[in-house]
């Protein structure tokens, strides 16, 4: 049995939590569920057979931009904006995010609000297949909309380019922190993406995103988490650069980051499937030196 970590509607909540506040008027519930080409799962298909009551389907590809040949880049303010004020999420709301797979893409939606300005918002601890397990309230009829008014106001300390990851790496201005599995990290494992080498950014330490959670996908305590980086060798007093293999399990690190206290960290959006087509790009293949 796992012991739930402390609610925190800025970082991470319980599904009890949630269940308290379900019928909340200023609450907004997203599903962000998104899964890897070879999962077999249609996340839109999912969501349409049944979700947390009020929840609305975040399309993590469609809301992005589309003007980037990478997958699932942030989109431009202007296009977030149109997209949640259509999906009624605004100003005054506390969000909640989730995912189908317990932990996974719902952490990118977190930071993605995040990098927008938005903090009132949290992941649910979990997931849908905790909510699922305890026998909670789901239903397949989609939300009734009314538009809401947002603003935004874009923290660019909180996402890198590879301009800014390359400097950064060659001159040990951060900690760069992989979510990758040990074997892609080392280069041992093919990437999913063709055409991308194999291996990791230069210096890079190896924080694989499913060692930050117990196996029925909550997060870990926040000693727990702290130790994990230790124990790859993250220096947790300096900044972090998360990155993984196309920012979405990137921002696990993220949120496990600011689960801990450590506020100077922010996300490689191009993340591998940039560097890697890069030839110019260093690679390193092997475990973290």
């Not at 992005?64 to 149109?82: G, N, Q, T, V």
């Not at 949290?122 to 939300?143: C, F, I, S, T, Y």
């Not at 997060?219 to 900044?239: N, Q, Y």
């Not at 990155?243 to 959006?269: K, N, P, Q, V």
């Amino acid at each position: 049995m796992t012991t739930a970590p402390t609610d925190d509607t800025r970082t991470l909540v319980s599904t009890g939590w949630l269940a308290r506040h379900l019928r909340d008027p200023d609450l907004r519930i997203l599903d962000a569920s998104w899964y890897l080409p070879d999962a077999g799962r249609d996340a839109r298909a999912e969501y349409d057979a049944g979700h947390i009551p009020g929840a609305r389907f975040f399309d993590m590809d469609e809301i992005s931009d589309h003007r980037s040949s990478l997958p699932h880049m942030a989109p431009p303010p202007e296009k977030f904006i149109s997209r949640m004020r259509a999906m009624g999420v605004g100003d005054g709301h506390q969000i909640v995010v989730y995912d189908g797979a317990g932990l996974f893409s719902a952490a990118r939606v977190w930071w993605l609000f995040r990098l927008m300005g938005k903090m009132d918002v949290a992941v649910l601890d979990g997931g849908l297949p905790k909510w699922r397990a305890e026998a909670r309230e789901v239903e397949d009829m989609p939300p009734i909309l009314r538009d809401r008014h947002m603003t935004v106001s874009r923290q660019n300390h909180l996402v890198k380019d590879v301009t800014q990851v390359a400097h950064a790496a060659k001159l040990r201005e951060a900690e760069i922190v992989d979510a990758r599995g040990a074997a892609r990290f080392a280069g041992t494992a093919p990437e999913p993406r063709p055409g991308l080498r194999a291996g990791h950014i230069p210096g890079a330490r190896n924080v694989p995103f499913s060692t930050l959670l117990h196996a029925d996908g909550t997060m870990k305590p926040v000693p727990a988490l702290r130790a994990v980086f230790e124990a790859a060798g993250v220096d947790l007093s300096r900044p972090v650069i998360t990155t993984c293999g196309s920012g979405i399990t990137a921002a696990i690190l993220s949120l496990a980051l600011e689960r801990i206290g450590h506020r100077d960290h922010a996300l490689y959006d191009g993340s591998w499937a940039e560097w890697g087509m890069y030839d110019d790009l260093g690679v390193a293949t092997g475990p973290a030196s």
